[in-house]
């Protein structure tokens, strides 16, 4: 009886230690993780840049049909001068066979008024004359009177074309006002692929070499890929987690909020922390630096979004965590370097001439729990926000 109550016990302890273990190892990276993220990165990163092209070509489309569009323009506006020079031709050309019709009657010695041709018919010296004379005007008033006509007709007919060419120049410059709408939503979302792309790369970059570390680090322990970081590489031990730099105050929390650069919702995985540029920042606890983003320039404000970032692995009650340093200035520490929490990481930035993530002097700082972002509210005590800290602790 006994035995069998101790046999359920044990069975019930090594399920219990069983479990735990699984959740322990399933909560803690492994080095497959990392390099099947790696992958995902990958995809990501190219991803975007396919998508960039993509927009690049609909927005060269778009430029070519503006261009075509601006050229019609012009087209119908030359049209309608040409169409307004050749009225103005007509009306003098009319105004012309006016004053030769008037000349003829004159040297006619005819007088003016409706009595012209009367005057001139009974001034004809014979019949035979008057038949001659009475043809002539005739003929002469006929000719010109067609002639005339005819200008009419065309200056009509110019009047038509001009209502046309300006009806098209309307229809073309309300497509030059669509085209540029959906050229400028093109451009923007191009302008925000571009950042992406940038901060994607960055961090694809960071974490290959982030594996390549971790991936020495295994092979010089002989460790299957599929251990976990913590059970592999000797990760420092810790207690808990102190505040990364001895002054500042929480200038904003961790959670949902409206970015203020980047204008939409989404998680601010940290806290910030206002602190003047060049302020030393601490590792939280001691760990391993794990993987460092670096940009080229930290004084350009198109470097990614976080700028330079350190990371640094800690072993906290056998539970993995990450903390995370962003918008440094510069950096003080190499890819698995053992830290303290008396190891100057790197030096605060965040300023506006910074990556075009931040809008003024502060430290990103951030806690991962596994690969989960927590909130550091949870592991370190910080005064409320706005409230100046003046120690670590
Ligand atoms: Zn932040």
Not at 102 to 109: A, T
Not at 130 to 148: C, G, H, M, P
Not at 192 to 213: G, N, R, T, W
């Amino acid at each position: 009886m006994f035995k069998k109550a101790a046999k359920v016990l044990f069975t019930i302890f090594i399920t219990f230690i069983f479990m735990s273990n699984v959740f322990a190892v399933s909560n803690n990276t492994t080095l497959k993780d990392l390099k099947d993220k790696l992958a995902k990165d990958k995809a990501t990163v190219n991803a975007i840049a396919a998508k960039q092209k993509q927009v690049q070509s609909s927005i060269k489309k778009i430029e070519k049909e503006l261009g075509s569009t601006a050229d019609e323009i012009d087209k119908c506006e030359n049209g309608i001068k040409e169409s307004k020079e050749r009225v103005a031709f007509y009306e003098s050309e009319i105004e012309n066979k006016q004053i030769e019709i008037d000349n003829l009657l004159n040297f006619l010695q005819l007088s003016d008024g409706e009595n012209v041709y009367l005057e001139y018919i009974f001034k004809s010296k014979s019949f035979t004359d008057f038949i001659y004379r009475s043809a002539v005007i005739e003929q002469l008033t006929k000719y010109n009177d067609e002639l005339i006509e005819q200008m009419h007709v065309l200056i009509e007919e110019n009047k038509k074309e001009q209502a046309n060419l300006e009806k098209q120049i309307e229809a073309s410059e309300a497509l030059l006002s669509k085209l540029n709408v959906t050229l400028k939503k093109y451009n923007l979302s191009m302008d925000d692929l571009v950042d992406d792309h940038k901060d994607a790369k960055a961090d694809y970059e960071a974490s290959k070499k982030e594996v390549a570390a971790y991936e020495k680090l295994y092979k010089e322990k002989n460790c299957p890929d599929t251990i976990a970081i913590l059970d592999c590489v000797d990760v420092p031990y810790a207690d808990g987690f102190i505040r990364p730099t001895a002054k500042g105050a929480i200038t904003s929390e961790y959670g949902m909020r409206y970015h203020p650069t980047l204008h939409y919702y989404r998680l601010h995985n940290g806290v910030d922390i206002g602190v003047p540029t060049n302020t030393p920042v601490y590792a939280s606890a001691a760990g391993i630096v794990s993987k460092i983003t670096k940009v080229a320039n930290p004084n350009k404000k198109n470097s990614s979004c976080g700028g330079n970032v350190v990371y640094v692995k800690h072993r906290v009650k056998g539970k993995e965590y990450t903390t995370i340093y962003m918008h440094l200035h510069s950096i003080s520490v190499k890819l698995n370097d053992f830290v303290t929490t008396a190891s100057v990481i790197g030096k605060s930035g965040g300023g506006e001439s910074y990556d075009y993530c931040t809008t003024g002097p502060h430290l990103h700082f951030g806690i991962m729990q596994g690969s989960n972002y927590v909130n550091p509210r949870n592991y370190i005590s910080f005064p409320s926000k706005g409230k100046a800290f003046t120690s670590r602790w």
